[in-house]
């Protein structure tokens, strides 16, 4: 296996890249799926064409992955690649030095809103595809998005609008964006700060945007030096999180210093009955984030990744944690919520911007349930070889309970064998059904639960 293990770490084991696209119809369950699951699991995550190495996990080309559920079958599996200039071979940035924001691997997150699907990608606009999984084409709001778009905007679960942002390596570094529920994008602002950060995630509450402007920084001099991410950690740009309001027009942040750290993921953030902004997050600090960075930039040494460990390595490199911005006080305090090792949060999102009291992550090779009102935890561990994605809540219907649905996670295998959806229980933590895939699937990033619209007389 000498050819193997000289591969970098996210082109091997269960990072490896499947060569073809396939597709499979009826589906072997194992146990009983919800006869409520009547939709679209969509992933999207990189998946480097064969023999291609793009210097970084972050950087190969986007491939979904998507299962048809309905009626307690599993009707069907295909995975596409995501048809974008970056993968007709186009480079993301142009001989006179400018950035084509069309050439992007579009292959962090997939989610549909005002019933368009679109594959995401922090540096350049969305790629529009189908619900089986084909490209249409780029996709920017008739015209009006002029920048990058997140990939992970936020849809308020009461407006139905859907807030995002745009990072740029010149200025404006930050543009704000609002979408509304039937999908114009009708609010574009700049928004001050000091330079050209890795801002990968945000929040909303009620009445606010919360921004983190951290410490991981464009660096120039690193870009096209042959692939990879030009980003570095830089302790003198300091770290801070900003509260911004959602009132239309409004562009003033007040900004809270925190202590040095990166955040790639947040879970979510709620106005408290004081008036104080709390936001739950994934917390590195600059040696987590060292770690971390340098394996999935193809380091071949010791893994940071969430479920590897170098030998005699325990401190955890990304915990769940929380920030509590008090405005009467213009001061954050901050403390951890769990001790485990995690990754890729997600809650019930009909709770988006208001309290919640779950968060459910990726911790080692399983999936982890944290009780925030009980300050608890406990995870579903994957069985052998099997290492257990992002988990996406689904609520079941006609149910209040925050917890009552299910979890749908992509399982992938670092021997090389098939994948699996699973589904969990949500409420007790227990397999509810497997869905068996007939191909193995690289992990990845982000995914969404698209239900079938609801059929009106």
């Known amino acids: ?62 491939m979904l992955h998507g299962i048809r559920l309905r009626g307690g079958r599993a009707e069907w599996y295909r995975n596409r690649w995501i048809r974008t200039r970056q993968l007709d071979g186009h480079p993301f940035i142009r ?81 704000y ?27 909303i509450t009620e009445h606010h945007i ?20 030009p980003y570095r950690w830089d302790e003198e740009y300091g770290a801070r999180l900003g509260v911004m309001s959602r009132t239309p027009g409004s562009t003033d942040v007040r900004w809270y210093d925190v202590d040095p750290c990166y955040v790639f993921h947040v879970g979510n953030a709620y106005e408290d009955g004081r008036g104080r902004i709390v936001l739950d997050a994934v917390r590195y600090d600059r040696a987590g984030f060292q770690h971390t960075w340098s394996d999935i930039g193809g380091s071949t040494g010791a893994s ?17 944690h929380r920030w509590t911005l008090d405005p009467a006080t213009s001061r954050a305090s901050e403390s951890p919520l769990d001790d485990r090792d995690v990754e890729f949060p997600t809650h019930n999102e009909t709770l988006t911007g208001r309290a919640n009291r779950y968060l459910y992550t990726v911790s080692g090779a399983g999936i982890a349930k944290h009780d925030l009102t009980r300050h608890t935890s406990h ?46 229980d949500a409420a007790e933590m227990t397999v509810q059904a497997v869905v068996e895939l007939p191909h193995p699937v690289p992990a990845g990033f982000h995914g969404s639960w698209l239900p079938e619209p609801v059929q009106r007389p």
């Open 210 to 229: 919360v921004w983190m402007d951290l410490p991981v920084v464009f660096d120039p001099t690193l870009a096209g030096s042959g692939g990879g991410m």
């Open 304 to 320: 940071g990744l969430v479920g590897v460990r170098e030998p005699g390595h325990s401190q955890a490199s990304s915990v769940l």
């Open 95 to 175: 001989a006179d030095s400018t950035v084509d924001l069309a050439a992007t691997p579009a292959n962090t997150h997939v989610i549909r809103h005002a019933d368009t699907v679109l594959a995401l990608c922090e540096v350049g606009l969305p790629h529009w595809v189908t619900p089986e999984l084909e490209t249409v084409g780029l996709y920017d709001f008739g015209g009006r998005l002029t920048t990058a778009m997140t990939a992970h905007p936020k849809e308020d679960p009461v407006t139905g609008e859907l807030h995002l942002f745009g990072a740029g390596f010149a200025p404006p570094y930050l543009t």
């Open 1 to 62: 296996m000498t050819n193997e293990t000289a591969l970098p770490l996210y082109l091997r084991g269960r990072f490896a890249p499947v060569p073809q696209e396939h597709g499979a119809a009826d589906l072997t369950v194992r146990g009983s799926l919800p006869p409520d699951l009547d939709g679209r699991y969509l992933r999207n995550g990189p998946n480097p064409l064969p023999g291609q190495d793009n210097g970084h996990w972050f950087t190969g080309p986007g």
């Open 379 to 424: 995870a579903y561990e994957t069985p052998g070889s099997r290492y257990a994605g992002e988990a996406v809540f689904v609520p079941a219907a006609d149910t209040t309970g925050e917890d009552e649905g299910w979890l749908l996670s992509l399982v992938s295998n670092d021997d090389g064998e098939a994948g699996e959806l699973l589904v969990l």
């Open 177 to 203: 964006h609002r979408v509304t529920a039937d999908g114009r994008l009708l609010d574009s602002r700049p928004v001050e700060v000091p330079g050209p950060t890795m801002m990968h995630d945000f929040a």
